[in-house]
């Protein structure tokens, strides 16, 4: 391969003398040189960045003056400033230069360098660089009578009405919104068996266990324990009682519910009166006072939840004795109107 490391000169002082540099005699000890070049890569296209590797081998007290490529518009240019690395040994000096240059001809090319020159004193050697070749290749087809043309075009495109070109993405909407319709449907139904509703006096009588189980008052907390039992309490009479919502006041609550015999109204009164005093002018509550107002609190959702089934339990009541009122009225009209059948008329024998 072009470029392969090898030695290329082995000098002594004797070929100072044949290129007509002579030493003086006293310091004209012999000197041995070696070098050698590589092309990296050896084979490349026009404008490729490739590698000249040139290395020599030294004494220690030699000094190398390596060249450089100064004409921009030759075959082959720099194309950026060489780099050298030196490694230092016992008796001599390892020296690497490395260009990086671009070929801009075709063929094989030389890279043009002129000789690196190595000086002991006032003695030089010269090793010769014209060695150096590149192969640039074409990048041209080689032979462009087999390239084959694009096929024509056609005069007139066949013009597709616009029901054939997006019936597919049709088809695909309609099954994703058909999957999405059974989605919701399979998910609505599993909601519906799984939220099954549960009575307002059962939550009520949870939601009281649920706060006697937090001991706020031994804690210190007797406020916020009677606020969260008027609150149990006013959510039972808001599912109760129509329009009595939590966003009411206590007066609104009293006003809406006066007439309503299902409600003890003094009891209800008194035990807002005192818990909007402990919840917005923060008088002090105790534990035992905390613990009395909740089981006031309770009992009024009982008195509320036992009037309310006496309630439903005369309307159940009077719709039944309607029922058969109705069922024994109905049923008379129709044995009166059998006997009236049964009467023989007039002039039979």
Request: glycine share 6%; net charge positive.
């Amino acid at each position: 391969m072009l470029g392969a490391l090898a030695a290329v000169t082995t000098g002594r002082i004797a070929v100072a003398q044949a290129r007509g540099i002579v030493p003086p005699p006293a310091i004209a000890p012999e000197y041995h040189v070696q070098s050698g070049m590589l092309v990296r890569p050896d084979t490349v296209r026009i404008g490729d960045t490739f590698e000249l590797i040139i290395t020599v081998v030294v004494p220690t007290s030699a000094r190398v003056e390596w060249p450089s490529l100064d004409d921009t518009t030759a075959a082959v240019v720099m194309r950026a400033p060489f780099h050298i690395d030196g490694v230092e040994r016992a008796s001599n000096r390892r020296e690497t230069a490395t260009y990086a240059l671009t070929a801009w001809g075709i063929g094989d090319l030389p890279v043009g360098l002129p000789d690196a020159i190595i000086r002991f004193g006032e003695a030089m050697i010269h090793v010769p660089l014209a060695a150096a070749h590149v192969y640039v290749k074409t990048v041209l087809p080689g032979d462009t009578s087999l390239h084959k043309p694009k096929p024509a075009k056609i005069l007139f495109p066949r013009v597709l009405p616009w029901w054939e070109r997006w019936w597919p993405a049709a088809v695909v909407l309609a099954a994703l919104a058909l999957l999405w319709w059974f989605y919701r449907r399979s998910k609505t139904a599993v909601a519906r068996r799984r939220a099954t509703p549960i009575d307002v006096y059962a939550r009520a009588l949870h939601d009281f266990d649920r706060l006697d189980r937090l001991s706020l008052p031994d804690a210190g907390e007797g406020g916020r324990f009677v606020a969260l039992a008027v609150e149990i309490l006013r959510t039972y009479l808001a599912a109760r009682v129509p329009h009595a919502t939590l966003s009411r006041t206590s007066a609104e609550l009293l006003q809406l519910t006066e007439n309503d015999a299902r409600i003890p109204a003094p009891a209800l009164a008194a035990l807002l009166a005192e818990s909007d005093a402990v919840k917005f002018a923060r008088r002090d509550v105790t534990g035992a006072r905390a613990h009395e107002l909740a089981g006031e609190a309770r009992a009024i959702v009982g008195v509320i939840e036992r009037a309310e089934v006496a309630r439903r339990a005369a309307i159940e009541a009077e719709r039944v004795a309607n029922k058969r009122a109705e069922e024994r009225t109905a049923q008379t009209t129709d044995d009166e109107a059998r006997r009236r059948s049964r009467r023989p008329t007039a002039g039979a024998r």
